[in-house]
């Protein structure tokens, strides 16, 4: 008999800025288990990264680090131009700002995962992809690392001796190469709950997902990423929580296997 199969469902949170609101991170919280929390480039601030962290403290979800590029008015989602330096320097900055908040309210850090364009740049950049895992390693070296399942960033941390977590989606569609369909595209959003949660329990019972191309391809889920300011993110958590269960998939962060 197979084993059980074991999953971590993390959300992006700690999203809102000033006076601006961003995400349901309070409904979210209880069908999370782990929290990616904006460290102020894309988006957050102080205050906010303070009342996101004691939310996920509350609910005991594992608290992870969300660098981003620094672009708010494009909510970190738009390309740029950076060095394998910039990506280190950024990544490191970033670090260390939530990881006091995580300190000063008592927590410990679990995991670090890049947001938006820079997560998606160094999916495909190895030389991006290895800065940002030097960060880890040379910051925090017991910190997992999240990335996009089978790319350059899961390789760089695997390669470094971090431990690393290949992450798949819920509401976004993905390509022949296991990349996602980029934003730009009307194809790229799933908006369907039932689309969704039929993709997430073949990718991770089955280990395999459907591309925009009509075929195949195998994947790897250690962690799935709600969107939390997604305008279905409250519908697809507990939907998702719920078919997870039924399926007699344990929900857990850090079950994810050390690389050394």
């Known amino acids: ?4 199969p074991t999953v971590d469902l993390n959300c992006d949170m700690g999203e809102s800025f000033g006076a601006w609101t961003i995400g349901n991170d309070a409904a979210l919280m209880p069908f999370i288990t782990s929290a990616n929390i904006a460290c102020g480039f894309h988006a957050g601030d102080p205050a906010v990264m303070k009342q996101t962290v004691r939310l996920a403290l509350r609910h005991k979800v594992a608290i992870g680090a969300h660098p981003g590029l620094p672009d708010l008015v494009g909510f970190g989602r738009r390309d740029m131009a950076i060095s394998a330096e910039e990506a ?46 030097e960060a880890v390693y040379k910051v925090q070296p017991e910190l997992t690392l999240y990335g996009l399942a089978n790319s350059e960033l899961t390789k760089a941390g695997e390669k470094i001796g971090l431990k690393t977590a290949h992450e798949v989606f819920i509401d976004r569609t993905y390509q022949a190469s296991g990349t996602l369909t980029p934003r730009r595209q009307p194809d790229a959003l799933i908006t369907s709950a039932d ?48 078919a997870l269960r039924q399926a007699c998939v344990t929900l857990q962060a850090g079950h994810f296997a050390s690389s050394k």
């Open 195 to 242: 689309a969704a949660i039929a993709q997430v329990l073949r990718m991770v019972q089955e280990g395999r997902v459907h591309t925009q191309q009509g075929t195949d391809v195998a994947i790897r889920a250690d962690t799935v990423c709600l969107h939390g300011d997604g305008a279905h993110a409250l519908e697809f958590a507990e939907r998702l929580h719920g």
């Open 1 to 4: 008999m197979p084993p059980t």
């Open 88 to 133: 280190f320097d950024m990544t490191v900055y970033q670090l260390g700002a939530i990881t006091a908040v995580v300190r000063a309210e008592g927590g410990q850090l679990h995991h670090l995962k890049p947001h938006g364009a820079l997560y998606n740049m160094a999916a495909t950049n190895a030389a991006l992809a290895e800065a940002i895992a």
